[in-house]
């Protein structure tokens, strides 16, 4: 074998050549072995790979599929954005059930003439986003595909007082949002339309791209959670991947609750707000893709969760008896705005 | 919403009607909610599922990725059958490795033209097979996609002790195989070219293509093996996916010993032999997809297993020193045939 991309003792030329490999030139098996490198090697090479979970621990699964023009595309997204972005996918969905994560699976579907380099940095910008937590690639599977798909499949563990279910709110329950909503849509439309945002400055402009590039998995919140909720107390909640307004609509649904959120609290980028105030609005309840945490826990425990994190968390709102989601407007400027839960959430403009 | 596929209450002419609604007419997340019928409610409905790992047990995990065309189609092969052979080839992989399976993970990529009623008989198919070892479908995603793929990812747990590697093969182990070989690939020649085996009676011709479209992982083994076995005996193998002569080259390979195989002791069904010997074998080797276990133990626990599992199982060689698997026709009829480990095995025909 191999080891085409050992870069070591190879001449410029010679890297420059293999750039231009394929996919189809090295063939499947070809392909795995040159990924190993991105994989551990004690737990490669065998039929299924082999990973300690700690006593008393539960273990926590969730999978997605990407498909090249639906999901990414070279227009937007290099292919370390494309890597990195889909691991954080999987890993706030961990984060969102309390979980910390053990290891990910990648499948990939490639079209044979698909550069062996494109998958190499597509591999590179999952392993950056997974080394921060010392998240390993424990497996994975290649084959032909007329189109480039991703499947990947995150595993974690969490103790069983600890699972964050969406299920869970309770009346009188403060909703905590961490970090900020709208800036992935905004650093997306900046991606799709330079011309966009002229009265941005050229640090907040890159700001909003890298929240769309690299979005971070809000695993950091769960020891924080964990100091100030104390070992038996619920906590309720789910990633806000499809939107702040959606992971409220879906916690308020599966809890049999409602909530009441000011509007003015909602954490907003100032930059967002100076480009637009209605979009930017707009776009933080609708944007999705800010893979923050939406949280649902006692008064106390929220305000000190908040102070913990700083850096734009906020306590947004209430959890309450009535079956809507309301957002309301304390200047009294715009009337309030529901959210039915029994249609689902309506779009406004 | 929902639940189109509740047929209690609808009428013949609503079914007929059903059966050709696409999955564009009611979108990826319509079509989740009809397929959550095939999962435990209580683990689906949040960011990710959680599932109880017993104590001291180690995680197990393996993942494919199948695509219309290339690993199933139409022509050969029913969607309930290319379910069931897809959850095959991941519980094999788990029984491979001596674990039991937890539960599994759906990616589905599909055409908005794709018949529901297809995807419905698609999980049919795999749940067939998973309710027989009480195995769940855990979680899924299904997007868009211009070619159906399905990508799984099956994990199961193992006692530490008991895990099954491929570089754990000793001088002088037993090399045993369940079940039979060539069966699968006999199986879908026979659908291809119905011509073909006119000597096969029609039971015969059944059990072989059955033996292609309904293979089962041979979880069954893994009880018997630790019964003859004991706690901390060391038992290494694969499963057989790729074919006999790789599952043996590929164990050699990794534990750096080499096997002395007798031919005649390799398992081939009677019909396959009557049909043509010279193809049963080369069948039997190279044919693949018969999701046997190859397992390598000592002789006493090995005779021990083969005696428990009966119905086709064989010791068909030795664990030697020299690096190379060696075919032995006793019979002296034929010249023994080398599988060489540094270039891979050589196909002969």
Redesign the interface.
Known sequence: MQHHLNKVGKSYLELEDFTRVKVGDIGEKGLLEQLQRFCPPEII?????????E?????????????DE??FSDRTTSPEDAGWRAVTANL???A??G?VP??I?????LRSDVLVSWVERLYQGMNECLQQYGTPI??????????I?I?I????Q?HPNR?I???AAQLGDAIVVTGVHGASRAGLELLLDPDLGQNLSQTQRIALIQAHQRPQPRLDVLPLLWEVSGESATVAG??SSDGLADALVQICQ?SSVGAKIKRSHIPIPPALNNWSPPQALDWALYGGEDFELVLCLAPEPANALVQQLGNSAAVIGTITSELEVRLIDQTGKTPDQVLSLSRGFQHFS
Do not use: E, K
């Open positions: 090479g065998d039929d299924a790979a082999v990973m300690a979970i006593p008393g621990q539960s273990l926590v699964v969730t999978t997605d599929v990407l498909v639906v999901h706030s969905d961990l969102a059930m979980a053990l290891g699976t990648v499948g990939l579907g424990v497996g994975g599977d290649i084959c032909r595909s007329p189109v798909t499947a499949t995150a595993f974690g969490v699972i279910r969406r299920s789910m990633d599966a």
